[in-house]
C-alpha cells in the first residue's frame, strides 16, 4: 500500500523557516517525480514544487520560488520542502504527492501556520 | 502561467441527477487535463487523467472530454457519496495549474 506521511508543519512567525518533510513507503519512491501541493484554509488547490525522480531537476509556483527548495533523499524514501522567509499567506495544509504530469497518490497533509 | 477557469464554483444537485462542470484553459494544453475529488479534511483524489482516461477504481459514472481549451467532467448518476469539491489541472506545462474548484451540494 503506498503510504505518504508528512511531518514538520507547526506555528511559525512571518520571515521564519521550516522544513517539511515527507517519508514515502509501499512504492518503489526513487523512480517516481514528486510534488508539494498546498491548500489555504476554505480555499483551491495551489500546486507549490515537484522534483523529478533523481532529484535533477525541480520547479516552483512563482509565489515560492527563491523562498522554497525541494529536495529528495531516495535512500532514505524522504521528500523536502524547506521553506524560507515564511508569508502569513502562505498558511495552508501542504500535501505531499507522487505523480509525474498528474497527482496519483497524496498524503494526508500538514499544517503550516504564519503568524505573529 | 496557464490558468484554469472552472465553471460553476458551486452547484446543488439532487442524487441521481446528470451534472457537469467544465474547465477552460487560458491556452491550448492538448488533453494535458485531470480532474480531482476533494472532501471535507481529506486528500484530493484522481478520477480522470489525460482529459478522458478513468482511473484505476474509479467508478464509470464518471467520464470527462475535452481537448485544447475546453474540458467537461460528467458525473452520470450523482451517487450520495459523489457530493464534494472538483478541481481540474493542467499538466501541459510548469508551473502546473489547478482550476479554482466546483463545490457540488446537495440539493
Known amino acids: 500500500e503506498v503510504q505518504l506521511v508528512e511531518s514538520g508543519g507547526v506555528l511559525v512567525q512571518p520571515g521564519g523557516s521550516l522544513r517539511l518533510s515527507c517519508a514515502a513507503s509501499?512504492?518503489?519512491?526513487?523512480?517516481?517525480?514528486m510534488h508539494w501541493v498546498r491548500q489555504a484554509p476554505g480555499k483551491g488547490l495551489v500546486w507549490v514544487s515537484r522534483?523529478?525522480?533523481?532529484?535533477?531537476?525541480?520547479g516552483y509556483a512563482d509565489s515560492v520560488k527563491g523562498r522554497f527548495t525541494i529536495s529528495r533523499d531516495n535512500a532514505k524514501n524522504t521528500l523536502y520542502l524547506q521553506m524560507n522567509s515564511l508569508r502569513v499567506e502562505d498558511t495552508a495544509v501542504y500535501y505531499c504527492?507522487?505523480?509525474?504530469?498528474?497527482?496519483?497518490?497524496w498524503g494526508q497533509g500538514t499544517l503550516v501556520t504564519v503568524s505573529s | 502561467d496557464i490558468q484554469m477557469t472552472q465553471s460553476p464554483s458551486s452547484v446543488s444537485a439532487s442524487v441521481g441527477d446528470r451534472v457537469t462542470i467544465t474547465c477552460r484553459a487560458s491556452?491550448?494544453?492538448?488533453?494535458?487535463l485531470a480532474w480531482y475529488q476533494q472532501k471535507p479534511g481529506k486528500a484530493p483524489k484522481l478520477l480522470i487523467y489525460?482529459?478522458?482516461s478513468l482511473q484505476s477504481g474509479v467508478p464509470s459514472r464518471f467520464s470527462g472530454s475535452g481537448s485544447g481549451t475546453d474540458f467537461t467532467l460528467t458525473i452520470s448518476s450523482l451517487q450520495p457519496e459523489d457530493f464534494a469539491s472538483y478541481y481540474c489541472?493542467?499538466?501541459?506545462?510548469?508551473?502546473?495549474?489547478f482550476g479554482q474548484g466546483t463545490k457540488l451540494e446537495i440539493k
Open positions: 522534483i523529478n525522480s533523481d532529484g535533477s531537476s525541480t
Open positions: 489525460d482529459a478522458s
Open positions: 491556452q491550448g494544453i492538448s488533453r494535458w
Open positions: 509501499g512504492f518503489t519512491f526513487s523512480s517516481y517525480w
Open positions: 489541472q493542467q499538466a501541459d506545462s510548469f508551473p502546473y495549474t
Open positions: 504527492a507522487s505523480g509525474s504530469w498528474y497527482v496519483d497518490y
